[in-house]
């Protein structure tokens, strides 16, 4: 379990910087600078989920088959394609004038910690077979979670126009999920009713940023920067805001297609030459199939090869009030604690699937648990009449660390459809503090 109290040397900190853990595992950094205070956050989120970080950030970039094999040749190909491969200093410039040191100071503390589990490494890199890595600020600019959750439409048209299977396949190929070989839980139970797959840890965090000009909470994926879905002391907002440009297929001529060939390299574990691809560009896209016989080219064109591509770091501005466009914040309901009807069938439970959680390691799957009538995992709910009223939840918990008292304690309330407290104010934190850490400069 990662330290949660007590005092820590950490390099890349100009002062020292205290991070309050509230009874729901949720930590409320203080830190006296904007470039301390996100060296802090990147820290404590690897802490408590540096494994889903590194895992996604290998999937994310297309790098899974040097870990899992030559079964994701073909997914990690793709998913190299859709990268954003333009300059640098226009991508940087597009998310504002401080992104760029955010990220840098984000992934140091990140770094930080890598340090430290790269000499004891957690559980989940032990039973996985490779070591924790270091970041670099480039990392957080990959294209892959914006072009899954924007690809539905595309996926649609392609049925509608009945383009080849080997098309609809490129697109799905996008992003798939990482798997160990092994029996996981029922397919029934490890998804919501709308397909989407229940996992643990959540795919967000919980955090409470305080500097000077920022003061924020909020859920934020664990691998990025700020707070994506939050409040500070004037308004909420909601990553609903953030407008996804859907990808498109074209056909083109292959005869009128000027094509630039683009060379790449993906390691293949247990393969030492590893394997060669090519990623064609054309002046609308990428070529992602062709049909010589009937002289075609698929192109894929997308908002995400241009400039400003990330939809996380597109709300990483200096004022801390300018996160795409505001909501209204909505008042908790009358009813925070409506039970769900647990029938024994296995439609009626839920389990939070742990990519490691197969074979004999299913201790790290959560539940199964009860169905509720929500099935978000992470749930916000703001008041703005009292910000300390504000409540939420993110199943099945906090931490990512099975030795951690929150890696499944909000599974429970979830599944009743019970919200907890999003604490603000400093008072309100202090009542509330389970453990208080120092993370303190290295000299």
Known sequence: MPQTSGTITVTGLSAPVRVVRDRHGVPHIYAQNPSDLFTAQGFVQAQDRLFQMDLWRRASQGRLAEILGANFGDRDTMTRRIQYRGDLAAEWASYGTDAKAIAGAFVRGINAYVSMARERPPEEFAIAGWPPSYWFADDLLNRTDAFVAGRGPALDRIRRERL?????????????????????????????????????????????????????????????????????????????????????????????????????????????????????????????????????????????????????????TRE??????????????????????????????????????????????????????????????????GWDRSRGINAPGQSGSLASPHYADAAVPWSADQLFELWFSEDAVRANAEATLTLTPRP
């Open 164 to 316: 080849p299977d080997v098309v609809a396949e490129a697109v799905r190929q996008v992003g798939t999920p990482p798997f160990f070989v092994g029996s996981g839980p029922p397919d029934a139970a490890t998804h919501a009713r709308d397909g989407r797959t229940l996992s643990a840890p959540s795919p967000q965090y919980l955090v409470h940023l305080i500097a000077p000009g920022w003061n924020v909470i909020g859920a934020t994926p664990p691998w990025m920067p700020g707070v994506v879905i939050g409040h500070d002391d004037r308004a909420s907002w909601d990553a609903s805001s953030l407008d996804i440009t859907s990808p498109d297929v074209v056909v083109d001529g292959l005869d009128r297609v000027p094509v630039t060939p683009m060379p790449d390299f993906i390691r293949i574990k247990g393969r030492p030459r590893g394997m060669t691809f090519t990623r064609d560009t054309t002046p609308r896209g990428i070529v992602i199939a062709t049909d010589r016989e009937h002289n075609r080219a698929y192109v894929l064109r997308w908002r995400g090869f241009e400039p400003g591509g990330s939809l996380q770091l597109r709300g990483l």
């Open 320 to 385: 801390n009030d300018a996160r795409g466009v505001r909501v209204e914040p909505r008042a908790p309901p009358p009813d925070q604690s409506r039970g769900a009807t647990d029938s024994g069938r296995a439609d009626d439970v839920v389990v939070f699937a742990h990519v490691l959680g197969v074979g004999g390691r299913s201790r790290f799957n959560v539940g199964p648990v009860p169905r509720p009538p929500e099935e978000e995992q992470t749930r916000l709910v703001f008041d703005r009449s």
